[in-house]
């Protein structure tokens, strides 16, 4: 049961958890882009390296195992050599439909 009682008050209450909801809500989605962002560039950049003529198309084997162990160590669990897979496979399918000013601002961050 609310402890607010008067309606001007209950009115004041409502539009200050309306804003709450709507920061939660921008804010949520802001990471997810970012995210989506860093995924897609993490495949671009494994991608890049695995086409790198043949003799690299050997070491690319173990490229994403060692990739996974060093990110595992730094950031914790969710950089599986199956992880890093779909990051690739995401970059494969989207390079063609994602513009690139839609990573600039990214990539260009990761350089400063």
Not at 13 to 19: A, H, R, Y
Not at 82 to 94: D, G, P, V
């Amino acid at each position: 049961m609310p402890i607010i009682r008067n309606k001007e008050d209950l009115t004041l209450l409502n539009k200050i958890k309306s804003i709450i909801h709507k920061a939660r809500y921008v804010a949520f989605n802001a990471v997810n882009t970012e995210m989506l962002k860093a995924y897609y560039e993490i495949g671009k950049r494994i991608v890049e390296e695995e086409q790198k003529g043949k003799k690299r198309a050997e070491y690319g084997k173990k490229l994403l195992e060692t990739l996974s162990v060093e990110l595992i160590m730094e950031f914790g669990s969710g950089f599986s050599v199956t992880i890093l897979k779909n990051m690739r496979f995401f970059y494969q399918i989207y390079k063609d439909r994602i513009s690139q000013s839609a990573t600039d601002c990214y990539t260009v961050s990761l350089r400063n």
